[in-house]
């Protein structure tokens, strides 16, 4: 965790944290993520469960953290792998159980080997056990067996937990909540996805292709210590834009085409996300930034509404009601504002919801709303702001000239005491800077 002179302090406060608000008697269990496999025998670069990292900053693979609060023996119990010299030679150095105890500011560490044997001992006794149920059908077998073996031996007097409970809202209400170091980490994966748009803004002319584009985003990522995207990276040229998803990224870019590049890196086990949309050619036809211009107003809207107290659908309504308003203007929609959005009318053109939390995964966890009402914005919470317009090639219902174009803008946000500060600047947005940037590069 760069940017913070003793990352593993603060991860020992969020394990307090969390222990603190865990019921009396109880045990946490947080395993890592399993390695993946691509095909055959090769895997996917690993990377590690965001809960289990959150809480202990240790990125290798067959591990699993206990936490007990109250335990005389010692609350934070890791079970890793073996120092092994011959598997180390293949995959690298492991930490081992002794270093990580001292490495990792832990309590205590044992051998991933011997889990069957120590677990049940550190389950028994307590009322309550904390996990992520139903998220791998595995861990799930794995956390019955434990149980089982305790069950076996009550009647020599053992004492099996009688509740399970969901780990995630617990924890993923610290995870809402950014630290200092946090959105550090956080602006550092935004400058460095901004560079990419950049070098793919800069590189885009007809001809190309859309994959020679994401070829200059992840040249920029890795360069500067991104192993990996935060998601796969959408680079959508003409109508192709009007997919929301799309990843194929592999049709050739036309002369009047508008692109949309929806990409993001992660770094340090942070993620961004940030759109664009910008003209290949260089300059925005008059339908395009017609289009344009209302989504970057309703951009505009959107984060204004964020400050604490504000309710998390108020940049939404905000994008909803400026998006509706501009397509009324342009003659896409027919009627009165207030009934088009009753209806919901603007979902032909604009079908998703304007922005999603962001961290340690690009749609990061936390409670959108609570009891069924949207929760309130609170300082230290980090969203994305990206409304859209998609005009369909087949939507018959306007005119041909308006079809086939999509357009998203997207930043990342931090909700601060006072209002919000964007994380994600230095990509050109508006429609001089885009056509600026791009008549200076080499259109």
Same mark, same amino acid.
């Given at each position: 965790?760069?940017?913070n ?8 406060t ?10 009396p008697?109880?045990i ?22 965001s809960?289990f990292? *959150?809480?202990?900053g240790?990125?290798?693979e ?8 109250g ?12 120092k092994?010299?011959?598997r ?8 081992g ?5 001292q490495?990792?500011a832990?309590d205590d560490?044992y051998p991933?080997?011997?889990?069957d044997d120590?677990?049940p ?5 307590r009322?309550r ?9 595995k861990?799930?077998?794995q956390?019955m ?12 007097g ?6 399970f ?10 995870r ?19 560079e990419g ?10 001809? +190309?292709?859309e *994959? ?13 210590g991104?192993?990996?995207?935060a *998601?796969?990276s959408? +680079? ?11 990843n194929?990224n592999?049709?050739?870019?036309e ?9 993001g890196c992660?770094y ?12 290949a ?6 339908e ?9 107003k309703?951009q505009?809207?959107?984060i ?6 504000a309710?998390?659908d ?7 009601k400026?998006i ?14 207030s009934?088009l959005?009753?209806t919901?009318? *603007?979902?032909a ?11 340690m995964?690009?749609?990061d +966890?936390?409670?959108?709303?609570i ?6 914005l609170e300082?230290?919470?980090v ?5 859209g ?19 998203r803008i ?9 209002g ?6 230095g990509v ?5 800077e ?5 008549s200076e590069?080499?259109?």
């Amino acid at each position: 965790m760069a940017g913070n002179s003793n990352p593993y302090k603060e991860m020992r406060t969020r394990r307090k944290e969390l222990m603190a608000q865990m019921e009396p008697n109880s045990i946490a269990l947080v395993p890592s993520a399993p390695p993946s496999f691509r095909n055959n025998d090769a895997e996917y670069l690993y990377r590690q469960n965001s809960d289990f990292y *959150y809480l202990t900053g240790f990125a290798e693979e067959h591990a699993l953290l206990a936490l007990i609060p109250g335990r005389k023996q010692g609350e934070v119990v890791l079970f890793c792998q073996e120092k092994n010299k011959e598997r180390e030679l293949w995959t690298g150095i492991l930490m081992g159980p002794d270093a990580a105890i001292q490495s990792l500011a832990i309590d205590d560490a044992y051998p991933i080997a011997d889990i069957d044997d120590i677990l049940p001992g550190l389950i028994e006794g307590r009322d309550r056990v904390y996990y992520s149920m139903g998220k791998d059908d595995k861990f799930d077998d794995q956390v019955m067996e434990w149980v089982k073996t305790i069950r076996q031996k009550a009647k020599m007097g053992a004492h099996p937990p009688g509740e399970f409970l969901m780990l995630d809202h617990l924890l993923h209400e610290l995870r809402l909540f950014k630290s200092a170091a946090e959105i550090k980490l956080m602006e550092r994966a935004a400058k460095i996805s901004a560079e990419g748009h950049r070098r793919a803004m800069a590189f885009c002319r007809p001809g +190309v292709h859309e *994959y020679e584009l994401e070829a200059e985003l992840l040249y920029a990522f890795t360069r500067n210590g991104s192993r990996a995207p935060a *998601y796969s990276s959408i +680079v959508a040229a003409g109508n192709n834009a009007c997919i929301l998803h799309y990843n194929t990224n592999n049709a050739a870019i036309e002369e009047g085409d508008l692109v949309l590049v929806d990409a993001g890196c992660e770094y340090e086990y942070y993620a961004s996300d940030i759109t664009r949309t910008f003209p290949a050619s260089g300059k925005f036809s008059d339908e395009q930034k017609a289009i344009y211009e209302i989504v970057l107003k309703a951009q505009e809207a959107a984060i204004e509404e964020i400050k604490p107290g504000a309710l998390w659908d108020a940049p939404h309504n905000a994008s909803v009601k400026v998006i509706t308003q501009g397509l009324i203007k342009l003659g896409l929609l027919q009627g009165k504002l207030s009934q088009l959005i009753k209806t919901e009318a *603007y979902k032909a053109f604009y079908m998703h919801r304007v922005g999603h939390w962001i961290g340690m995964d690009v749609h990061d +966890v936390g409670d959108y709303k609570i009891d069924g009402t949207w929760r309130l914005l609170e300082a230290g919470m980090v969203t994305t702001i990206e409304p859209g317009i998609y005009i369909a090639p087949d939507n018959t219902d306007v005119p041909e000239q308006w079809r086939g174009i999509g357009v998203r803008i997207e930043d990342d946000v931090l909700v601060t005491k006072s209002g919000y500060r964007i994380l994600s600047k230095g990509v050109p947005k508006t429609v001089s800077e885009i056509e600026a940037f791009m008549s200076e590069t080499t259109h």
